[in-house]
């Protein structure tokens, strides 16, 4: 038995242990359910303070990060935009330039063609000139004729004469080079030919050919050389003439009789590997032929601008070609300036084409280069655009875990916890 004291009116009064456990019990379980009251609330509130703060710093965190995004994002478009400016005005610019370097070239190619006819129609009229003038020189030489049939009875006895004096002179030099040659052997006689030909046209040189190139023919690469070239050149490095000589002898007393034609095919072989417009032989063969002893024979029926000739036509025969080669001098000039004309005509439009060429690889690299460039930056709005995308995503995250935090209440806390619930609905 326990005497209790009520606090309130000081009168004592016993109560038994079973009373006195329910008492105590009473009061325990009072304390208990309002302390667990006051510390769910706390924790209640506490909680709500907690998820504001964090759904307050994480939506501030995500907004600043996004909008740093965004303003990069308008950075970078703001700058593919001017690069493609910057590149769109480039190739205009080179575009504008590169057209009007072609249409430069294309106004020179123009007056080039031009000029070109005007000195087309100039040599043309030239040539009708000249045609006239002949045609002029041809009455003036057919008057001269008149009044040279008149005078050539009066110097048909001189020339009569003249031409006995010339055959004296042949008969007494085909009696020396005879016996010349019954005195020498083979290879010295054909020396001594060569000489003989080489000084006279020494003594010739400086007055009559001081352009002239003659020496001896010492290429041998081919195969196989003449004797001599002769050639002739204007002040413009034309060619006027040019002659491969051969000279050729033999001894009367040597077993073997050589022809002229048995060198015939070889003299025009080294005429054409020399580049020569003539081949000529000046032979001592065949001396009692009549056809070699009465001067310059022509045997182009055989082989092309070859002649045979003795040594006494040596100059002679130069002469004559060199004379006759001076006449087409003038049509070889204007023939070697309009090559070069067109050479350089030519020359411009490979030059002009190589260019339109080089261009068009490197605008077509240019192009390349430009849509390489298009791709990276399409790459780069693409990875933006998931990096945004994936913020979004983030941000609906949140927005739902916001959402459960606001529909979180203590009876679906306790909605699986019967003790709990026992303690609330006690509460209530």
Known sequence: MSQIKCPHCGKEFTIDESSYADIVSQIRNKEFNTEVHNQLELLKAKNEKDIIIAKSSVESNYKDQLSKKEQELNNLKQQLKSIADVKKLEVTNVESKYKQTLSSKDREILELKNQLNVISKDKELEKQSALAEKDRKVLELNQQIVLEKKQSQIEKTSLRDQYNQQLSLKDETIAFYKDFKAKQSTKMIGESLEQHCENEFNKIRSAAFPNAVFGKDNDARTGSKGDYIFRETDEFDNEIVSIMFEMKNENDTTSTKKRNKDFFKELDKDRKQKKCEYAILVSLLE??????????????????????????????????????????????????????????????????????????????????????????????????????????????????????????????????????KAKFDDLK
């Not at 130069?318 to 070889?332: F, G, Q, T, V």
């Not at 605008?363 to 849509?371: E, Q, T």
């Not at 933006?384 to 609906?396: F, G, I, R, Y």
């Open 287 to 420: 001396g009692d032929s009549e056809l070699y002893n009465n001067g310059i024979v022509d045997v182009s029926y055989e082989y092309d601008k070859m002649f045979v000739i003795r040594p006494q036509f040596f100059i002679p025969i130069i002469s004559l070609l060199r004379n006759a080669a001076m006449n087409s001098l003038e049509y070889k000039q204007e023939a070697a300036l309009m090559r070069r004309q067109n050479i350089d005509i030519t020359t411009f439009e490979e030059d002009l084409n190589m260019f339109k060429a080089g261009f068009a690889r490197n605008y077509d690299l240019a192009s390349r280069k430009f849509k390489t460039a298009i791709d990276e930056i399409d790459k780069t709005i693409t990875h933006l655009q998931k990096t945004k995308d994936a913020l979004l995503s983030s941000e609906n995250n949140l927005r739902l875990a916001n959402d459960k935090a606001d529909n979180l209440t203590v009876k679906k806390l306790t909605k699986k916890n019967p003790t709990m």
